[in-house]
């Protein structure tokens, strides 16, 4: 039975919130059934286990001190990394998953009334990373072919604040070269690579642009959830210049990684073969997964994630998605509309995780009847 009489909970009560939150309509995170069953293609999980040593180190762990707060600075995880990596410990910040470094971020770089501005479509946690901050957001729109509308997109850039370019983009996959991004770094701002797949993709290419005139102003941000199969424990990390890091470091939590996190993440470092088997089984599954779409009909993305965007000319993409879901398969319907911007067309379509072959079999066995 709660506590708190159902009727102290009433509209009154959103004035109580600042003015930027009760705006706000939030992040929706996909859909996360709690029972079995599901085929689950829609959150871009990793369909395999993690390294056994990954669990070794949880259960180890957790039988250790975990009545005494975790190592604030992750030494043992940034020392790791920093070697994988070839920079020093001190260009990396850990974060509990890729998304707290995104909103440290924000409150490190970005005043309310300051534009932050990312591409369209994409991520849509940014706009709402923004829009809390009390910032002015700006769509950088692309072309049809997921290329950057320079025109467009440049003189947003020269007064953005912050940047936020997803490479390998979501919902999309396609992978943008240096050429193209190095155009997107703002003379007074932090430009942000969000490299949450680029193991999924031929080359991490942004590592590089560290090193490039403007790379005081690069950060890149990572993520353990995708590639390296511990999405459950939440777990990324940032690559910048120290004096960035310096400042980033401030923004966050005391304690932002607990003990079984940082365990899981230094041994998930120390199993790179691990890692890199279940991501060529996923490219090699990617590759049939979008062969088989095309022969059904659909347009597909050439991805460089650990996942497609499919589009299909004859058929509703919500009743498609509507449709696999009564067949216990979860894709991820997405729709992206900006009745505020004359720039930004009307986009959907749905986003497939590649999962396992067998999952992937049972989803094109219900699409050949469909569609």
């Known amino acids: 039975m709660s506590i708190v009489p159902k009727q102290h909970f009433n509209k009154s009560n959103m004035n109580l919130f600042r003015p930027d939150v009760d705006r706000v309509a939030g992040y929706i995170p996909g859909e996360q059934p709690q029972e079995s069953g599901w085929v689950k293609l829609n959150t871009n999980e990793n369909p395999y286990p993690p390294s056994p040593q990954v669990v070794e180190a949880i259960a180890e ?97 020269e007064r953005s604040k912050l940047v936020f370019v997803p490479n390998p983009n979501s919902p999309s996959g396609n992978l943008w070269s240096n050429d193209d991004i190095s155009r997107l770094i703002p003379r007074r701002g932090i430009l942000v690579l969000d490299e949450a797949y680029v193991d999924f993709s031929d080359a991490a290419l942004g590592i590089k642009m560290l090193s490039c005139e403007a790379g005081n102003r690069i950060v890149i941000t990572r993520t353990l959830s995708k590639s390296y199969s511990l999405a459950g424990m939440r777990f990324g990390f940032a690559i910048a210049c120290p004096e960035l890091i310096f400042g980033m470091r401030k923004v966050k939590d005391s304690y932002n990684c607990n003990a079984l996190s940082l365990a899981a993440a230094v041994a998930a470092l120390e199993d790179i073969p691990w890692m890199q088997r279940n991501v060529q089984n996923i490219q090699n599954t990617r590759v049939h997964l979008t062969g088989q779409l095309e022969r059904l009909g659909f347009d597909v993305v050439h991805s460089q994630a650990n996942f497609v965007w499919a589009t299909h000319s004859n058929r509703l993409h919500k009743v498609i998605y509507e449709s696999l879901k009564q067949r216990r398969i979860l894709v991820r319907y997405m729709h992206f509309y900006d009745k505020m911007s004359t720039d930004t067309p009307e986009i959907d379509g749905l986003r497939i995780t590649v999962g396992t072959d067998s999952e992937i079999d049972r989803l094109l066995q219900a699409l050949e009847i469909i569609v």
């Open 61 to 157: 762990a957790a039988g250790g001190r975990l009545n005494v707060y975790p190592d604030p600075l992750a030494t043992r995880f940034r020392r790791r990394a920093a070697e994988l990596l070839d920079v020093d410990p001190d260009w990396i910040l850990p974060a509990n998953g890729s998304d707290e470094n995104l909103t440290i971020l924000i409150r490190s770089f970005v005043d309310p009334g300051e534009l932050v501005s990312y591409p369209y479509p994409s991520y849509t946690l940014y706009k709402t990373l923004a829009e809390l901050q009390g910032a002015e957001h700006e769509q950088l729109p692309l072309n049809a072919d997921w290329s950057w509308n320079y025109q467009l997109a440049e003189p947003i850039v």
